[in-house]
Each structure stands twice: as structure tokens, then as C-alpha cells.
């Protein structure tokens, strides 16, 4: 059914929205939606399920290795309905690594990945800010009643509602996070690209959305453990500087817990950004030339043209 809905603002003061400003816009709310239930998913998971009196106790987030499905199909349908949100208005990049990536192989506007990236990592951190606003009773719960290091009050469990960090194994290492990042920002590109190639077997456009959560969601499975999993420099930048601003200090920039890892930050930036090349790269490498080969090879013939005469031709 067709509905006119009627404007909110003036057309004399809406055309800069059909350019390069509403699309930031549009970057900007499906960043703050994706942020809003992925890091909203990791406050339940952490500190509002184990404050309500839901879970084994006051300070018991995890009793299994199952209960990480949560977190994993939560920040899958975040995804998902960022990019329903922004999907008609900018493409619903939702990622510097994404952007950077269509820009080398999509034709993506040089010009416009600046912005984007602006827009993004801005949405992030409005989306984190609404978290905590929803959320700091539980938050401020959590940290009183954990023990053990605390960093101007505050704990590394609840600093992981917001940001990323490695897992112990890695002892502080860097090579392993970030090959964690870089492999799974490329599988992100390769998924992302297939979805999108309507050269090759289509979703169906309103599907899109779903698969592109789904495939971030398979990540999370298979890749999530090693270091959250961030696959996207302004989903970890956003959050962390608010995170910061909020009072985690150093666990959160430069990323530092004594013992355990050192200046992580620039990991998940760094990582997917190389990530999200290789992805694409490797996507057209392996399935995109191919699939412009069987387009131009099932091209008929131009005007004028003629097709080679073959004895089947003259019976």
C-alpha cells in the first residue's frame, strides 16, 4: 500500500539531504542502531542479566560455552537492522573497512570515504552513549561487586561491553589478534560481496539486510573467541572513546590492562582495514573475474555483427 508521508522539513531546506550530507546521515543512524543493540546485546550479556538476578550470580556472565550465542545473534540482528535502516540512502557501508574496499574495487567516490568514516565512527559513539545511559546502574553494579583490578573504578568486563580486547592465550602478543582481525574481515568482504554481486545468484534485495547479519553472526562463531571480533575499525573506535570519555582511561585508549595486553587500540582498526582489501580482493580474484568472463561470453552478438559460420550453421 502507498502512504504520502509528509515531509518534515522543507524542500528549500532538504536538497543538501539528496547528496553527500544525508548520506552521512543515513551512515550515522545505521551506526547508532548497530551500536545500540550490539554493545545493548554485550550490557545484557554482562551486566544486566547477571545484576536482574537472572543468572547464577550477581557477577556470573557465562556458565557454557553456548551462552556466547547470545552476543553472536545479537550483534548479527544489529547489522541487520542498521543496514535495513540505511541501506536506501548510502548503502549502508556501516564500516571504514567496507567504504575503503568499495572505494579500491567498487568505484566507490574517493572523495566521499572521509566522510563515511566520520559519519560511522561519530554513530558509533552516540550508539555506545545511549548504552550507557540505558544501562549504568548495571554497569555501576557489576563493577562494585567484581573483584580483582579495577582501572579508575571500572573493570575490564564492563569495558568489553563497549570495546574489544585479546584473549589471555595471546599473553599480550600482537601477531595473533591481529591476524584474528585481518582473517575475519576478509571473510566479512567476501561475504558481503557475493550477497551484493548481482552477477551471481542473487538474494533477493530485501534479504540482503538478513544475510550480510547472518554472515557476521557465522564470524562471530567461528572467529569471535580470539579477540571480540570487532571486523570493523569504527564499531571498536566509537564505543572506545566513549568508553574513555566515560572513565575507563587506559583500558580503553591506549587499550592497556596491566598483565595482559598492551596499546591495543590501533589492532581493530588496523586489522580490518587490510582485512577488508584482501577480501575483496580475493572475491574478484576467484569469483568476480570469472563471472564478467561468462557475462561477456554470453553476449549476443552486437548489430551487425555476424557469427562465425560453422557446418551446423549451413545444415
Not at 16 to 43: K, Q, W, Y
Not at 128 to 134: D, G, K
Not at 280 to 293: C, E, R, T
Not at 294 to 303: C, D, F, L, N
Amino acid at each position: 500500500m502507498t502512504v504520502h508521508v509528509p515531509l518534515l522539513v522543507r524542500p528549500s531546506r532538504l536538497r543538501r539531504r539528496g547528496g553527500l550530507f544525508g548520506e552521512c546521515l543515513a551512515e550515522f543512524l545505521g551506526m547508532f542502531v548497530l551500536i545500540s543493540f550490539g554493545c545493548g546485546v554485550a550490557a545484557m550479556a554482562v551486566a544486566a542479566l547477571p545484576g536482574s538476578g537472572r543468572t547464577a550470580g550477581a557477577t556470573t556472565m557465562f556458565l557454557g560455552a553456548g551462552d556466547w550465542v547470545m552476543p553472536v545473534a545479537g550483534w548479527g540482528l544489529a547489522v541487520t537492522f542498521g543496514v535495513y535502516v540505511a541501506g536506501g540512502v548510502s548503502g549502508a557501508h556501516l564500516n571504514p573497512a567496507v567504504t575503503l574496499a568499495f572505494a579500491l574495487r567498487r568505484k566507490f567516490p574517493w572523495a566521499k570515504v572521509v566522510p563515511y568514516v566520520v559519519a560511522q565512527v561519530v554513530g558509533a559513539f552516540a550508539g555506545a552513549a545511549l548504552v550507557y545511559a540505558v544501562y549504568h546502574d548495571a554497569i555501576s553494579a557489576l563493577d562494585q561487586a567484581m573483584k580483582g583490578p579495577k582501572t579508575n573504578g571500572h573493570t575490564l568486563a564492563t569495558f568489553s561491553i563497549f570495546g574489544t580486547f585479546p584473549a589471555q592465550y595471546f599473553h599480550g602478543g600482537v601477531w595473533g589478534p591481529l591476524v584474528d582481525q585481518i582473517v575475519g574481515a576478509a571473510f566479512m568482504l567476501v561475504f558481503i560481496m557475493a550477497v551484493i554481486d548481482m552477477r551471481n545468484p542473487a538474494v533477493r534485495i530485501f534479504l540482503g539486510p538478513l544475510v550480510i547479519g547472518l554472515a557476521v553472526a557465522a564470524i562471530g562463531l567461528s572467529y569471535g573467541a580470539n579477540a571480540g571480533y570487532a571486523i570493523n575499525p569504527a564499531r571498536d573506535l566509537g564505543p572506545r572513546l566513549f568508553a574513555w570519555l566515560a572513565g575507563w582511561r587506559e583500558l580503553a585508549l591506549p587499550g592497556t590492562s596491566p598483565g595482559a595486553f598492551s596499546d591495543y587500540f590501533w589492532i581493530p582498526l588496523v586489522g580490518p582495514l587490510i582485512g577488508g582489501v584482501i577480501g575483496v580482493l580475493v572475491y574478484d580474484l576467484f569469483i568476480g573475474d570469472a563471472l564478467h568472463l561468462r557475462a561477456q561470453m554470453s553476449k549476443p552478438p552486437e548489430v551487425g555483427c555476424t557469427r562465425p559460420v560453422t557446418a551446423a550453421n549451413e545444415e
